[in-house]
T-cell receptor
């Protein structure tokens, strides 16, 4: 059972374009929604994260839009660059007294062409 | 800063062999995690340790055991490797409490023949 569904599986955009990656979740107890970026041969690294009490968060060229009623959130990359070519994972978790158990989406391979 | 260090980086095993994957972090984090990454399936949590002395199952724990050796080290053991365990394994660590970012190592690529 995939609790976090991510689309598209892959995406190709031209330099300067705005790729959009979408995720949908099922568990309404989730209260933390991070995005991770992964380059080949490396582990994922946190890119940006949002809590459900806000509808949008921007950090540099990266923006998360969050729609609590639809249980959906998305990542927008403004003015995309070839260096943004990577795999992007959305994730979700709920606050617990111990560790932060993340549920990941299946990933989106982004390629930004010159 | 080393961050999260995983050893080995690559390993090939035969079916039925055992192996321990090592993970160490130098960020003084209380929580540590083991994930596996398979094509088209994202990362799935195998086991985690919220703090030294505690471990708990994640989404896909069958066929694995873990040991939280101390605050720095969290190992993952395959007692009798199976081809279905061919994967890339990632260790991560984080501050405990709240929704803290997880810091990942660069992974162990494990093939089981």
């Amino acid at each position: 059972q995939q609790q976090v569904k991510q689309s598209p599986q892959s995406l190709i955009v031209q330099k300067g374009g705005i790729p959009i990656i979408n995720c949908a979740y099922e568990n309404t107890a989730f209260d933390y929604f991070p995005w991770y970026q992964q380059f080949p041969g490396k582990g994922p690294a946190l890119l940006i994260a949002i809590r459900p009490d806000v509808s949008e968060k921007k950090e540099g060229r990266f923006t998360i839009s969050f729609n609590k009623s639809a249980k959906q959130f998305s990542l927008h990359i403004m003015d995309s660059q070839p260096g943004d070519s990577a795999t992007y994972f959305c994730a979700a978790s709920k606050l617990t007294g111990g560790g932060n158990k993340l549920t990941f989406g299946t990933g989106t391979q982004l390629k930004v062409e010159l | 800063n080393a961050g999260v260090t995983q050893t080995p980086k690559f390993q090939v095993l035969k079916t039925g062999q055992s192996m321990t994957l090592q993970c160490a972090q130098d960020m003084n984090h209380n929580s540590m995690y083991w994930y596996r990454q398979d094509p088209g399936m994202g990362l799935r949590l195998i086991y985690y340790s919220a703090s030294e002395g505690t471990t708990d199952k994640g989404e896909v724990p069958n066929g694995y055991n873990v040991s939280r050796l101390n605050k720095r080290e969290f190992s993952l053991r395959l007692e009798s490797a199976a081809p279905s365990q061919t994967s890339v394994y990632f260790c991560a660590s984080s501050v405990t409490g709240g929704n803290q970012p997880q810091h990942f190592g660069d992974g162990t690529r494990l093939s089981i023949l």
